[in-house]
């Protein structure tokens, strides 16, 4: 993983580590050579809830557009939305 991408790294994001898992980020903590880069993140697998820490090493991807899909509303979403103001 790229270090220049962990400063850019937010609670909140969701990384993917490890065969294809993804966490959301609950907290990080920097490391003692560069305060730019964290070095440990504590995740909740989105899968399975798990909360744990695990090495920036471990990290192959930053997924921001993550949290940006959940908020955005559904088609079916806004066809509710529509019946109900009629």
Do not use: C
Not at 1 to 18: E, H
């Amino acid at each position: 993983m790229d270090r220049s991408l962990f400063s850019n790294v937010r609670i909140g994001d969701a990384v993917v580590y490890k065969k294809g898992q993804i966490g959301k980020i609950l907290a990080f903590i920097d490391s003692s050579r560069d305060s730019e880069a964290p070095t440990l993140f504590q995740i909740a697998n989105v899968d399975s809830g798990e909360i744990r820490w695990i090495h920036g090493e471990d990290v192959t991807e930053i997924v921001r557009h993550y949290r940006t899909i959940i908020k955005m509303p559904s088609l079916l979403y806004e066809q509710i939305q529509q019946q109900q103001q009629q």
